[in-house]
C-alpha cells in the first residue's frame, strides 16, 4: 500500500472533524427534543431534571446554591466578552456549573504564544477564530447549555445590538484594553447589568465587581483614563499562565454568586493577588460617587461615546502603529536586511526580550533608559569605534514604535555625532514576518 502523506492525513482529519460536527450537532437536537421528557420524572422534583440533578449533584449540596439556585443558573444568560487569559477559565466553570446561556466574544485567532494560559484553546486551533475553538470545547464540556459564539469586535454599535437582543444577567470582562473596560461598565451602567471584571499581569491580579446593588462602577473609581504609555498589556509585559487563570475561575465564581443571589459578592472590594507571595489583599472601594459622570445621580453621560478616542488607545493589543519620524528617518525590513552585519545595530526593545531572541551583532540598548548619561556615553564610544566610516544606525524594536521614540532621543543627545539614525519600519515583528520566519514572534 502506497504510503499516505501529510496532505492526504490533514485532508482525512478535517473531514473526520466536520463529521464529528455534523454527529454532535444531530445530538444536541435530539436531546432538546427529549429535554421537556426529561424533566417529568416521578423521582425528581420538577425543577430540576434527573440529569441535571445527577450532573449538578455536588454543587447542589452547597446550601448557597441548592436547587433553586441551580434552576437560576440553567436560566441564566452570561455574555462573556473576550477568550483569552480570563475568558477561558471563567466560561469553563460557567459552562460546566450550568449557566443556561453563554455568549462567547472575541475578534481574534488562536496564536501560538496564547496556549501557556488561554486553556480553551490547543495546537490544532492554531489562527481558527478563538470563539470557534472555545465553541468546541465548552460544548463539549456541557451540550445541554447554549454556547454562542460571536467573532466579533466589541465597539459601541456591537455591544448596543448584543445587549438589545438578549437580557443578559451578567456581563464577564475578559479583555485587556483600557478602552474595552470603559465600553462595558457604561454598557453595562446603561442597562443596569453587573460587570465582573478582572486583569492579570506578570504574578499579579485584580478582581472586582462593577455597577451591582448600587456599588461602584468603574468610572466612579477611574473618571479619566490613564495615559496611554503608562499601560503594560502582557505582550510587552508577560504574564504566568495559572494567574489569569485565578483570577478567571474567580470571575466564573462571582458571577455565579450574582446569579444564584449569594451574599459576599466582591463589589466596592477590590482582590489583589499576588502570585510571588501566594497571598490575597481585600481593599474598600470608595462608595459610588453620587457626581459620576455615567452613574452619579445626575449623569452627564447618556450614551456610549467613541472609546478610542476617550482612551487615545485601540480597543484592542494588536499593533498600533506610532509615526512620529519623517519617512526619510525609516527604513523599511527588506533595505535594513541588505545592511545587517555592515552597520551598527541597536536593539531597544527590554533587556529580558533582547536575551529571548535578537539579531546577530545588536547591542542592547532598551529604551527606558537609552538616554540615561552613562548609556549616551557607551553609545558615543560604540559609535566612534564601529561605525567610523559608516554613518547610518539602525534603532529596532519590537513593532516599530520604540524605535521611533528614541531616534528622536538619539537625535537629540547626540547631535554633535557624524551619524543619521534610522527606525526600522514594523520591527522584529515585520522583520520576521517578511525577511527571516527563523527569528521568532512574540
Ligand atoms: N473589544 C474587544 N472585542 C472583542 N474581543 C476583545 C476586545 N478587546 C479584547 N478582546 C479579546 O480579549 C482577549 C484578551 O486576552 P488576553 O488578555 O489573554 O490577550 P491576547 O490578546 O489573547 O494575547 P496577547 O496579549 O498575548 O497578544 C483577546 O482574545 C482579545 O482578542
Ligand atoms: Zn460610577
Redesign the pocket.
Known sequence: MPEKNAIVLLAEIRDLKQQLKEKEQELSALLATQKDSVLENKYCNNALSAEEITRYSRQVLVPEIGIDGQALLRNAKVLV???????CPASVYLASSGVGQLTI????EVEL??LH??ILHSEDDINRP?VESAYDKLHSINRSIKVIPLKL???SDSIKKLLGSNKYDVVVD????VA?RYLLNDACVLNGIPLVSGSALQLEGQLTVYNYKGGPCYRCLFPVPPPPETVT???DGGVLGPV?GIIGVLQALETIKIITNSPGVLSGRLLLFDGSRTKFRDIKLRPRNTECNMCGDDPVIKDLVDYEQFCGAA???KVINIDILENKEHVNVEEFSKKLGKRLVLDVRPVIQFQMCGLPKSYNFPYDCIDKQENLEKLRHLIKEENSDLKDVYVICRRGNDSQRAVRKLKENLSDLPVKFFSVKGGLQEFSRKIDPDFPVF
Open positions: 466578552v473576550g477568550a483569552g487569559g480570563l475568558g466574544v472575541d475578534y481574534d504564544s496564547n494560559r488561554q478563538k469586535h466589541v465597539d475578559g479583555t485587556d484594553n474595552t498589556s502582557c505582550g489569569p480597543a484592542h493589543d
